[in-house]
């Protein structure tokens, strides 16, 4: 698709954009729940890793979805962990997807509405942000735990047309979930565009539902 066909920035007036997997590489993440948290969970359980991972797999398909799979307060209340504390261990991993910061800047010159929406917890987003300058970006930082319901959710979508008004149908919304960006969708949001290659090191993926993008070259300048 040629890239000044994505989208029609005179009929956007508000941007949301998600950080894991979007703005952020996903690597950070799936390092770190998929290897570096089963590692030292095995440590402090006496346990084989495979075991650890397996028992940590059954955890997160479990709360899959909600605001528990997001929440560091309650995975460290469930394995007995400091999480914020043993991502610090792997920090360095934290990185900017190619092209964002160019992306972010020349939004900022159009005076819309940008807020930065995460289900992150607010203790991962402050984390992040300490490590990664994008907060000055943003006219908005709005987490779903401030709401008490994840993207996936109709309830979230409501919660936050009432903390920052916005006309649905001039809204764009930037992520790499589709069970969000479906939410997203029956709420009414008028633009949508989905992050193919959330992780770095993992191969894209297919999203037919809605216009994609492998990283933020691929948008023109907005305007």
Request: glycine share 4%.
């Amino acid at each position: 698709m040629a890239h000044q066909q994505i989208l029609d920035w005179q009929q956007i007036d508000t941007v949301f954009l998600d950080m894991d997997g979007t703005l952020l590489d996903l690597y950070f993440d799936n390092h770190f729940w998929l290897e570096h948290l089963p590692q030292r969970f095995a440590e402090n359980a006496s346990m084989d890793i495979e075991a650890a991972r397996a028992h940590l797999r059954q955890l997160y398909e479990s709360r899959q979805g909600t605001l528990d799979w997001y929440c560091i307060d309650y995975w460290g209340d469930k394995l007995g962990l400091d999480i914020l504390t043993l991502k610090e261990e792997v920090d360095h991993l934290i990185r900017m997807h190619p092209h964002v910061e160019e992306f972010l800047h020349g939004l900022r010159e159009t005076g819309k509405i940008v807020a930065l929406v995460t289900n992150a917890h607010p203790g991962t987003l402050a984390f992040k942000l300490e490590r990664i300058p994008l907060a000055d970006y943003f006219s908005h930082l709005v987490s779903s735990h401030e709401f008490g319901y994840p993207k996936e959710s109709q309830l979230f979508w409501e919660a936050l047309q009432k903390r920052l008004p916005f006309e649905r149908e001039r809204t764009l919304f930037i992520d790499d979930s589709e069970s969000v960006l479906r939410s997203a969708r029956e709420y009414g949001i008028g633009h949508l565009v989905a992050i193919s290659h959330p992780d770095s090191q993992q191969p894209g993926k297919a999203l037919d539902d809605f216009i994609s993008i492998s990283n933020f070259s691929e948008l023109h300048k907005p305007a």
